[in-house]
């Protein structure tokens, strides 16, 4: 496999992975904290796509690795929002768990 196509792979991995943290995020309770904390988990969890994309049109190597730290970066804070959400019980972890694997 060509380093475009699993590129285009990736950016399509994301961009489901970020419907999937809407949908996450619709399903949360109506209170202030859901709303707080789901708005960065939100954030965080659909900016994942649009940084990958960004890192995919990076002029040189050293900006495709600033770009895509940005990703991992996203993708662990991502992770420590729904590490939040569940132990805070606001979200069920069985509701969620492929997502935070993924």
Request: proline share 2%; charged share 30%; net charge positive.
């Amino acid at each position: 496999m060509n380093t475009l196509n699993q590129a285009k792979q990736l950016q399509e991995r994301t961009k489901k992975f970020a419907v999937r943290i809407v949908k996450a995020f619709a399903s949360l309770p109506r209170d202030e904290a859901a709303r707080i904390i789901g708005r960065q988990f939100l954030r965080s969890g659909t900016s994942l796509a649009a940084n990958y994309r960004a890192a995919c049109r990076a002029r040189s190597a050293p900006d495709f690795i600033s770009k895509i730290s940005v990703v991992a970066e996203e993708a662990d804070e991502t992770l420590s929002w729904f590490e939040l959400l569940v132990e805070a019980e606001l979200i069920k972890v069985n509701l969620v768990r492929s997502l935070m694997k993924e």
